[in-house]
């Protein structure tokens, strides 16, 4: 049983930057699709980018140029580096895995067998 474990979320000014982490355990041998979740009070939940099991990157266009997902293989980690954060991206962050390639599935919450509880960042304007 993978288990996932967000942290890094917090508050921040309009421009500022945060850089969360999902710290995983209970591997398998399988690769691993890893994604980045974000949901706004009030709406629904919203892909941000993955980590395909190819080590291919995707990003929503929201994010793009402004977010880098990344992962530490040796401490079972990974990262979303938040820059030029706006406040719009206001949200409950949720990390995500699935034991398969995504590919261009990756935006369907369906997809992933397990998640975090998640890590609440706030942009103040």
């Known amino acids: 049983q993978v288990q996932l474990v967000e942290s890094g979320g917090g508050s921040v000014q309009a421009g500022g930057s945060l850089r969360l982490s999902c710290g995983a355990s209970?591997?398998?041998?399988?690769?691993?699709?890893m994604t980045w979740f974000r949901q706004a009070a009030g709406k629904e939940r919203e892909e941000v980018a993955v980590l395909d099991s190819d080590g291919v990157t995707r990003y929503a266009d929201s994010v793009k140029g402004r977010f880098s997902i990344s992962k530490d293989n040796a401490k079972n980690t990974l990262y979303l580096q938040m820059n030029s954060l706006k406040p719009e991206d206001t949200a409950m962050y949720f990390c995500?895995?699935?034991?398969?390639?995504?590919?261009?599935?990756?935006?369907?919450?369906?997809?992933?067998?397990?998640w975090g509880q998640g890590t609440q960042v706030t942009v103040s304007s």
């Open positions: 209970g591997y398998t041998n399988s690769k691993y699709c």
């Open positions: 995500a895995a699935a034991a398969k390639w995504c590919g261009g599935r990756w935006r369907w919450p369906d997809l992933y067998e397990f």
